[in-house]
Nanobody, 115 residues
């Protein structure tokens, strides 16, 4: 069993920065991907940034050039968010997929971008 715990969310003004962290408890084997998603009320969860097991990194178009995924889920994974906009307001979730299509999610951390 794997548990993912996010931290680092909060209230920030437009143009500001936040760094989210995701710590994993438990053993993760045969990792397919590790990523950050976000969700706003009434909307589907959307992919923000992803590490693939073959070394690729993908970003949603809306965050390219502003967000950076880094770290390693076997220690801590990060999402550095710069030049934040009000439309970045959401609950951000850490996620991993391992072999067999098994998915693990954190409980999320709220990011609010507002003046």
């Amino acid at each position: 069993q794997v548990q993912l715990v996010e931290s680092g969310g909060g209230l920030v003004q437009p143009g500001g920065s936040l760094r989210l962290s995701c710590a994993a408890a438990g053993s993760i084997f045969s990792l397919n991907s590790m990523d950050w998603y976000r969700q706003t009320p009434g909307q589907e969860r959307e992919l923000v940034a992803r590490f693939t097991n073959w070394g690729g990194i993908n970003y949603a178009d809306s965050v390219k050039g502003r967000f950076t995924i880094s770290g390693n889920i076997k220690s801590t994974m990060y999402l550095q968010m710069n030049s934040l906009k009000p439309e970045d307001t959401a609950v951000y979730y850490c996620h991993v997929e391992i072999a067999g299509g098994v998915n693990y999610w954190g409980k999320g951390t709220l990011v609010t971008v507002s003046s």
